[in-house]
């Protein structure tokens, strides 16, 4: 079973559409969850950390369910320049001592916003 | 450009070389990380080091691959006997880990593998 599972889309939206991505996680001692958007034959980059209580940056809102391992983003009036790859990413405690290491990537949710 | 780099950017090699990849990290951070990515799927990791020492291994790191980062600052990493399904986008981050909290890896522009 994958550490992180997602939904690979691919997501088509109409400009000014809201749309919802989701994924879920196995391991309920995981720590820290992102997101990243990573472009066409690009390097990830980071969209935004998730926190327990939800937080939201501009168009950017993400939810975190511990009891359900589950995290999600929404996306509100999309934009076409939001077309990229989405993708989940959960931070274990794996290093050594208490300190955090690894990644955990999910496939990745492919979207793509037409005018 | 004070981000992180990776060279060289594009690596075709045929099957049973050697190669050796090197990421710059950003100033200062003392953690680097290798991923691997294949078309369709998520990074996964390969190994991080923390300064120069190597903290942790993936699985997925064969003998066949070994990295190092002598001086806590660049790192390496060479896949002796290049085989097909070493193909792959290698990616290099690197974070400046503080205490006990997360840290934010940022991501180089990675080295595209290919192996004929």
């Known amino acids: 079973r994958k550490e992180v599972e997602q939904d690979p889309g691919p997501f088509n939206v109409p400009e000014g559409a809201t749309v919802a991505f989701n994924c879920t996680y196995s391991?309920?001692?995981?720590?820290?969850f992102f997101w990243y958007r990573q472009d066409c034959r690009k390097e990830p980059k980071l969209l935004m950390s998730?926190?327990?209580s939800g937080n939201e940056d501009g168009r950017f809102t993400a939810q975190l369910n511990r009891a359900s391992q589950y995290i999600s983003l929404l996306i509100r009036d999309s934009k076409l320049s939001d077309s990229a790859t989405y993708l989940c990413?959960?931070?274990?405690?794996?290093?050594?001592?208490?300190?955090?290491?690894?990644?955990?990537f999910g496939r990745g949710t492919q979207l793509t916003v037409w005018p | 450009d004070t981000g992180v780099s990776q060279d060289p950017r594009h690596k075709i090699t045929k099957r049973g070389q050697n190669v050796t990849f090197r990421c710059d990290p950003i100033?200062?951070?003392?953690?680097l990380y290798w991923y691997r990515q294949t078309l369709g799927q998520g990074p996964e990791f390969l190994t991080y080091?923390?300064?120069?020492?190597?903290?942790?291994k993936s699985r997925l790191l064969s003998d066949r691959f070994s990295a190092e980062r002598p001086k806590g600052s660049f790192s390496t990493l060479e896949i002796q006997r290049t085989e097909q399904g070493d193909s792959a986008m290698y990616l290099c981050?690197?974070?400046?880990?503080?205490?006990?909290?997360?840290?934010?890896?940022?991501f180089g522009p990675g080295t595209r593998l290919t192996v004929l």
């Open positions: 981050a690197s974070s400046l880990k503080r205490g006990g909290g997360s840290d934010t890896q940022y």
């Open positions: 391991n309920s001692a995981s720590q820290s």
């Open positions: 998730v926190y327990s």
């Open positions: 990413v959960v931070n274990d405690r794996l290093g050594r001592g208490s300190t955090l290491g690894r990644l955990y």
């Open positions: 100033s200062e951070h003392n953690r």
């Open positions: 080091f923390q300064n120069e020492a190597q903290l942790e």
